[in-house]
C-alpha cells in the first residue's frame, strides 16, 4: 500500500520565479509592484514597491491552490521585512487559508526580518492561500518577503479541566487573596476574599497560530450584597463580567484566536480587595474549539 504524501512546500524565491505563485490584484497598476532583489543572508528575496502616488494598493498580492484533504490542517507561513524607514510608515498584511484569515492582522513597523503563520483548517480538496496587503495608500508598502511555507499539520487536542478537587491550582499561577474552601458536594473551589485589583489567575498553553481557544469557568458571588467584577481572556481580548444578582454558580466562557504557538489565559478583578469584592470560582476548562482532524493510519 503506497504511503500517502502530506504537503509540504517551501518557496524560498532563490531561483528567481514565483514557483507558481500568482498575483494579485493589489501588484498592478495603481498598486504596489514587485521585483527580485537579492539579499545578503538570504539570497533571492521578494521586493514590494508601492509608489506613495498609489491610490489602490490593497488586496491579495500573492496567492496559490493547493490540494487539501477536508477535515486536515494546514499552516502557512511566511518572513517579511519592512523596508521604509521613516516614522510612522506601517506594513499590514493579513494571511488566508481558505476563507480564515490571521487574526489579529500583524502591522510591522520595524526594519528587521519577522517571520509570522497560522493554520486553518481544509474544508475542500483545494485550499487557496494568499497574502494581502490592508493598507490602500502608498505609505508604508514597501516591503521584502521570502520562504511562503505551506504545510499540512497534525494537531493535538488541547481539553483540559481544573477542577481544584486535588486541593491543587493545576498549574495555574494565582494571586493573592484566593483561598481553597470545600465544596456541598465533597470537592474543592478557589474563593476570593480579600483580593487585590488586578490578576487573580494565569496559565500558559501551547496554541497553534490561527487556531481557536476557549476559556470556561463557573462563577458566584459569596454574598448576595456584594459586588464583584471580573475580566477574562487573552492577548488583549477580554471580557468584563459583573456578578450583580448572580448569587447562583453561572457558567462564562470566551473565545480567542492566537496568532503565536502558546496563549496565556487571564482572569483578573476589577474590584479592590474588599468586603463587597467576594466570590468564588471553580471548573476551569481550556479548549481547543476547532475541528480536529482524523488522520487515517
Not at 168 to 186: D, F, I, K, V, Y
Not at 251 to 260: A, E, G, R, W
Request: aromatic share 12%; glycine share 8%.
Amino acid at each position: 500500500m503506497k504511503a500517502e504524501t502530506m504537503l509540504d512546500e517551501l518557496t524560498d524565491f532563490n531561483n528567481g520565479t514565483l514557483n507558481q505563485w500568482e498575483m494579485g490584484p493589489a501588484l498592478g497598476p495603481g498598486g504596489s509592484y514587485l521585483r527580485f532583489v537579492d539579499d545578503p543572508l538570504r539570497g533571492k528575496v521578494l521586493s514590494i514597491v508601492t509608489p506613495e502616488t498609489a491610490k489602490d494598493a490593497h488586496g491579495i498580492i500573492l496567492k496559490k491552490t493547493f490540494p487539501t484533504v477536508p477535515g486536515r490542517a494546514y499552516a502557512f507561513s511566511y518572513s517579511v521585512r519592512p523596508t521604509k524607514s521613516n516614522g510612522g510608515y506601517t506594513t499590514d498584511l493579513v494571511a488566508t487559508i481558505g476563507n480564515k484569515h490571521c487574526d489579529p492582522f500583524q502591522s510591522l513597523t520595524i526594519d528587521a526580518w519577522q517571520s509570522f503563520g497560522f493554520t486553518a483548517i481544509a474544508t475542500s480538496p483545494t485550499t487557496t492561500v494568499s497574502l494581502s496587503n490592508n493598507i490602500r495608500s502608498g505609505w508604508g508598502n514597501d516591503y521584502r518577503l521570502d520562504n511562503f511555507w505551506v504545510k499540512e499539520v497534525k494537531l493535538e487536542s488541547l481539553d483540559e479541566l481544573t477542577t481544584f478537587d486535588d486541593q491543587t491550582l493545576g498549574g495555574w499561577s494565582a494571586g493573592t487573596g484566593l483561598n481553597l474552601q470545600p465544596t456541598e458536594t465533597g470537592g474543592y473551589h478557589l474563593s476570593a476574599l480579600q483580593v487585590s485589583e488586578g490578576t487573580v489567575l494565569k496559565k500558559t498553553f501551547p496554541a497553534i497560530p490561527g487556531l481557536t481557544y476557549e476559556l470556561s469557568f463557573d462563577a458566584k458571588k459569596i454574598e448576595p450584597k456584594d459586588t464583584p467584577m471580573l475580566r477574562f481572556g487573552a492577548l488583549n481580548k477580554y471580557t468584563n463580567y459583573a456578578f450583580v444578582d448572580h448569587h447562583e454558580w453561572k457558567k462564562h466562557t470566551v473565545k480567542i484566536s492566537s496568532p503565536y504557538d502558546k496563549i496565556e489565559f487571564i482572569v483578573a478583578s476589577l474590584s479592590a480587595g474588599t468586603s463587597f469584592s467576594r466570590y468564588a470560582i471553580d471548573n476551569f476548562r481550556v479548549r481547543l474549539m476547532d475541528a480536529i482532524p482524523v488522520l487515517d493510519d
